[in-house]
């Protein structure tokens, strides 16, 4: 009975949606409303940089065939070698300002774009700013390297200084454990500015180079390249051509006007340096301070002879056979040979 009631009860309600839904009449449709604002492209902003040219292509190519890509020293990965073996050391103490990551690297990654440039940061052409541009207080003894964009490059291009150090002056000894005991690999940013030697004596000074390059390592290491052999993101300043090694020489020319005066002067120097250099080797070989690796001879010796052995890896490790500063190398090369005769 009560189902019956309540049948009863709906059957009204219902009449009455079917009235109502009956005397609703659609119009005609209203105009066409204003479109909304498109959306930004989701390849605008990579097209930036990833254009259909080929400039991008030829920096990659030029750093694949660089030592900072085919080096392989980048697993040296421990806080005290991951700033300068590392790109994400690197970017830690740049963040950090310290000499040392604060733990081993893991998976270290050579150098590479993502080290120098602050790519896929913006996903603009603002990405290819420096990581680094500030000016770069040395090791040593409180020196400074600015010269504006390379001052990325003497962050790690530097003397790294041994423990321990020799003092100049003193008839102390100096321990030394390690055969790879030396201002280490890289001292080019000290040299040029003339700074992190082992001064012996007096009359150092500073070639040119210090003072009127103002891009410092940029202007002829980063100069046009030569394909893959040189110049650019590899960085190298020789090239093969026609059986002969090559000076790159496109970022000298602005101010050696005259190329072949430039060349007689490279081989001059770099002959003068190479002549002191031998002639200091033997001295410290016959003194049983260097083995013929070019490695100090581990033990207790004069600070002299420690010293001496350091201005002769530091000049030979600059590489540059005096080009980048051959004053200040000289001297070094000069007095310390003066000092063990």
Not at 93 to 108: F, Y
Not at 120 to 138: F, G, I, N, R
Request: proline letters at 6%; hydrophobic letters at 35%; glycine letters at 10%.
């Amino acid at each position: 009975m009560k189902k019956l009631v309540t049948i009863l009860m709906l059957i009204p309600a219902l009449a009455l949606i079917v009235f109502v839904a009956s005397c609703t009449k659609e119009g005609p449709a209203g105009p066409a409303g204003e479109n909304g604002i498109n959306g930004t492209d989701g390849t605008a902003t990579c097209s930036q940089c990833h254009d259909s040219g080929e400039a991008f292509l030829g920096k990659v190519i030029q750093w694949e065939a660089s030592t900072h890509a085919t080096g392989s020293t980048f697993e040296r990965n421990t806080e005290s070698c991951a700033p300068c073996h590392t790109s994400m050391g690197f970017k830690e103490v740049i963040e950090t300002g310290e000499n040392a990551t604060a733990a081993p690297i893991a998976n270290p990654t050579p150098v590479n774009c993502y080290t120098c440039h602050k790519i896929h940061q913006d996903y603009t052409a603002d990405d290819w700013a420096l990581t680094l541009t500030d000016p770069v207080a040395m090791r040593t003894d409180g020196g400074t390297y600015n010269m504006g964009v390379s001052n990325i490059c003497a962050k790690c291009h530097q003397v790294n200084p041994p423990n321990p150090m020799p003092e100049v002056g003193t008839l102390d000894e100096i321990e030394i454990s390690s055969p790879y005991w030396g201002p280490h690999h890289g001292p080019q940013g000290s040299m040029m500015i003339g700074n992190g030697g082992y001064e012996i004596g007096s009359g150092y000074e500073n070639s040119p180079h210090s003072s009127m390059i103002e891009s410092g390592c940029k202007q002829c290491h980063m100069s046009s390249a030569y394909g893959t052999q040189a110049g650019g993101h590899q960085m190298g300043m020789t090239y093969a051509y026609h059986g002969h090694d090559v000076v790159n020489k496109a970022g000298c020319i602005e101010c050696h006007t005259n190329p072949d005066n430039l060349d007689a002067k490279i081989e001059a120097t770099n002959l003068a340096i190479e002549t002191k250099l031998t002639e200091l080797q033997v001295i410290l070989m016959d003194l049983g301070r260097l083995d013929e690796g070019n490695h100090i001879i581990p033990g207790t010796m004069p600070s002299l002879h420690a010293g001496a052995v350091y201005n002769y890896l530091y000049v030979l490790e600059d590489r540059s056979g005096g080009s980048h500063n051959y004053m200040y190398a000289m001297t070094l090369l000069d007095n310390t040979i003066a000092a063990l005769q």
